[in-house]
């Protein structure tokens, strides 16, 4: 579930070190087309699979709630994020910088991880709800790891860990893939890798440094929902992960984390309403 740990991705801002752009900043001028401001557009969960479902109007205004809150912060990292006009030109265009962005990925895990291979069994429940939630498991490295989560994912890897995956039931095993297709789908990696950059380069930007884990909480309840809303079963194994982890670690999140306690409301809150849709259709 968690990301490429902090050290990680500053091992990984080190190798995009090519991109120094930021090493003088004024902070005179506001830029108001920040590359950013892509990530600020609707997201998602608005036009997931909420039509198919009977209590629509319910779960529409409660993922409406979050899309609303997530704007917000957008908003209020983006009046953070201050860089003159010289340095948003030198910037090259977001799709170039999230390609460098891959390959560096790439070209890290390829060096970190064992090459020890991942079983068939769950190769193919890999690309089973890849495709499912809308990715070409063609596109995606599928990685061995020894991490502390189950599953992490960059925008264009997946990695595992075989041992803390297959001791979960099948129900958790989809959801957390699903959970990680969400981070994949909506390129949360590469979006967190260059906000760090920009904070690095702003090193007495506080405003910035508090919005940040704020960020992440939202990507991992975004990517929760999504997961959640690709079916009951899905939702059922957030719960039962949720109910895992508080029963292992407590209710304590971690620093980028919302708390697991938060999380199992949330899950518990959705599921409701998705069978709701259920009983209403029998
Ligand atoms: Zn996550």
Redesign the pocket.
């Known amino acids: 579930?968690?990301?490429l740990t902090n050290k990680k991705v500053s091992t990984l801002v080190i190798i995009l070190g090519s991109m120094t752009l930021f090493t003088v900043c004024y902070k005179t001028q506001q830029i108001a087309n920040f590359p950013l401001n892509k990530a600020i557009q609707p997201n998602l969960i608005d036009d997931l699979t909420v039509s198919t479902l009977a209590d629509k109007e319910s779960l529409s205004a409660y993922l409406k709630s979050f899309d609303e809150q997530e704007n917000t912060l957008w908003h209020e990292i983006t009046n953070a994020i201050t860089i003159t006009k010289d340095e948003f030109i030198a910037i090259k265009n977001e799709q170039e910088w999230r390609s460098d962005y891959n390959e560096s990925v790439q070209q890290m895990l390829g060096k970190k991880q064992s090459k020890q291979l991942i079983s068939q069994k769950n190769i193919h429940l890999i690309n089973e709800v890849l495709t499912s939630c809308g990715i070409d498991p063609k596109k995606i490295t599928i990685k061995s790891s020894n991490a502390f989560s189950p599953a992490a994912a960059t925008d264009s890897t997946l990695s595992i860990n075989e041992e803390k995956f297959n001791a979960l039931s099948p129900k958790m095993q989809k959801y957390i893939l699903a959970?990680e297709s969400s981070?994949i789908i909506n390129q949360d990696h590469s979006t967190r890798c260059l906000i760090d950059e920009l904070n690095d380069e702003q090193k007495n930007n506080n405003q910035l440094k508090k919005l940040i884990p704020q960020l992440n909480k939202f990507?991992?309840i975004k990517?929760d929902i999504f997961a959640m809303l690709q079916g009951e079963e899905f939702a059922e194994g957030h719960i039962e992960f949720m109910e895992l982890c508080i029963r292992l670690y407590g209710n304590k999140p971690g620093k980028n984390h919302p708390s697991n306690g938060e999380r199992l409301e949330i899950g518990q809150h959705l599921l409701t309403m998705m069978q709701n849709k259920s009983s209403n259709q029998v």
């Open positions: 579930m968690k990301k959970h981070h990507f991992e990517a």
